[in-house]
């Protein structure tokens, strides 16, 4: 690669965010590039383990911050390769909410109704699954006996997961040996690659800077393979338009190091970051009680003393996603099985003494691991996320050779957040310690701070310039050809896994992408259907969207 390399679309990042657009612009005949700072691993490539320079720190990036940690995808699939594949749709009053600004955060342009058709086709796409109870790992089911007696209400699920090719391993954190689970490396990225999309890994990109003719050149780094802090290598690209997609730990630290060279970035560049309002609690269950308060049993032994034995989130309760409530009052409460590492430091002993985090009393609770039920819950947040300078390459400052690093997020929750963990974190307790069922604790802030898998709205969407970095069609403000497609877009907390979210937002962008690179020259055309050739979803999209490339 040399200076002169060029092509239509440099896509920054493959996971929802730039695998989506990657498709249907190369079907729509544009020539794209997707330059993924992390490895390209295939399904023989994912390792049942959770050891060092496994897949599993391979394809993870975790960057501890000032009040925050993020854990992020880091291969080429992104998060869609290492999330729990969990699908709902947002509340309907998420896209109402008013959060710290006093005003409607989305953009007037989008509710649950505009954005349906646009869910409509990822699900189609990619595709979503219906659980029903069958589907329901040892976990889950536990949890929705508890949520039963408790007198609360319990649903299967939305997955992306091919329940027929399914092993339940749970090892689906780490990358999916089976292909049951549907990333993005089953469905968008083959396309992509099948209608002449190239996808470059290790090519970790710094920053961006104008050429003369009002393209774009992005500036990279080739990463080593097996050592992430070594740099081999750089490069340049050029291309008429770029799409950040690199996550939202990662996506405003290139907006903000390319300032100097681009001029002046929107004030909401690496502000209003929101944790998607996230926290875990860890449920120690008492087996006979399990027995004699829910009647549950298994042939083969204890009760539920496999929580590990699954797949990831199978059942969540939703009764608080109520929009009646007031704001900060409406979370969901999910089971997760979050696999040793995180989740056995960070795991406190409910009632121990200080550190529960730390000391002989959380010895003797590792020993009953396989009796850990972790309760994933979603609330909302003030988005009061905000990141500093950016480090001189990256997103972070590399610590260890692969996963580890700092970075310059700031987050310090306000008396909202904390109001809303409060209150999921007793809602949790409610359920899962009713008649002595098991004994909760959520996990510690002490060591890494708050932590979210789902991080958002570090460049957000939205109508108001002071307060949102990218117009309601994902460009950024004041720099045409430059679009943000990823989770930084969504303006705050969804109180639901926000995957499917960020995916309709992404093929919501694709229309007005066409329409800046046909003004910029390219023939390029919208309107490919799903990519196996589906076209169901793509007809319920609106017209006007449909012939974007006419």
């Known amino acids: 690669m040399n200076a002169i390399d060029k092509t239509d679309v440099v896509i920054v990042g493959s996971g929802f965010g730039g695998s989506i657009p990657a498709y249907h612009l190369a079907a729509g005949g544009a020539k794209v590039t997707v330059l993924e700072r992390g490895p390209w691993l295939a399904a ?49 009053f998420v896209f109402e ?35 029903d109870w069958s589907d329901v790992s040892y976990a889950g089911g536990l949890w929705a006996a508890a949520c039963n007696h408790s007198g609360r209400t319990a649903n299967p699920a939305p997955v992306a997961v091919d329940n027929a090719t399914c092993v339940n391993c749970n090892f689906m954190m780490a990358g999916c040996k089976f292909d049951a689970k549907r990333s993005m490396l089953t469905n968008y990225l083959p396309a992509a690659l099948a209608h002449g999309a190239q996808i470059r890994p290790l090519h ?28 081999t290598g750089s490069g340049v690209i050029e291309a008429k338009v770029v799409i950040i997609a690199a996550g939202a730990g ?27 309002g996230e926290r875990l609690n860890t449920a120690i269950i008492d087996e006979d009680r399990v027995r004699e308060v829910l009647g549950l049993s298994r042939e083969d032994g204890p009760v539920y003393s496999a929580n590990h034995i699954g797949k990831g ?24 099985y979050f696999p040793p590492g995180l989740g056995t430091i960070l795991a406190q002993v409910p009632g121990g003494a200080e550190p529960r985090w730390f000391g002989a009393e959380k010895k003797e609770m590792l020993k009953q691991w396989a009796n850990w039920l972790t309760i994933f819950l979603m609330t909302e947040d003030d988005n009061e996320g905000v990141f500093g300078t950016p480090p001189p390459t990256g997103n972070a400052y590399r610590i260890s050779q692969q996963m580890l690093g700092r970075g310059s997020l700031r987050y310090d929750p306000t008396e909202n957040t904390r109001r809303g963990w409060a209150l999921a974190d007793a809602d949790c307790k409610a359920i899962i310690e009713k008649d002595g069922l098991a004994k ?21 969407i939205g109508d ?60 390029v055309k919208y309107g490919a259907p799903a990519p196996d050739g589906s076209i169901t979803g793509r007809r319920a999209v609106s017209k006007l969207d449909l012939v974007a490339g006419s």
């Not at 409607?104 to 990619?126: A, C, F, G, K, N």
């Open 250 to 276: 990662a996506t405003p630290v290139i907006l903000q190091r390319s300032e100097a060279a681009l001029g002046e970035m929107p004030h909401g560049v690496g502000r209003y970051f929101s944790g998607n």
């Open 440 to 460: 909760v604790a959520p996990w510690t802030n002490d060591v890494v701070g708050a932590y979210t898998v789902h991080p958002l709205a570090s460049c957000r």
């Open 204 to 231: 970790e990109v710094q920053r961006l800077e104008r050429t003369e003719d009002g393209g774009y050149r992005v500036h990279f780094d080739l990463i080593d393979e097996e050592d992430y802090r070594i740099h």
């Open 464 to 523: 108001d310039p002071a307060t949102s970095a990218l117009h309601p069609n994902h460009e950024l403000r004041n720099h045409p050809g430059i679009f943000v497609t990823d989770s930084a877009s969504v303006p705050g907390a969804l109180t639901v896994n926000p995957a499917m979210t960020i995916a309709a937002l992404a093929e919501r962008s694709v229309p007005g992408i066409v329409r800046e690179l046909q003004a910029r020259g390219v023939d």
């Open 313 to 336: 989130p199978t059942v969540a309760n939703w009764d608080k996603l109520d929009g009646s409530l007031p704001e900060y009052e409406r979370y969901s409460l999910e089971q997760l």
């Open 97 to 131: 909410r008013h959060g710290s600004i006093g005003r409607r955060m989305w953009p007037s342009v989008i509710s649950r109704d505009t954005l349906e058709p646009w869910y409509d086709r990822v699900d189609e796409s990619i595709p979503v699954s219906k659980q």
């Open 44 to 92: 023989a490539d994912f390792e049942h383990d959770y050891l060092l320079g496994s897949s599993y720190t391979r394809a993870f990036d975790f960057v501890v911050g000032d009040g925050m940690s993020v854990l992020g995808g880091n291969c080429v699939g992104g998060g869609s390769v290492v999330y729990f594949a969990a699908m709902p749709r947002a509340p309907r």
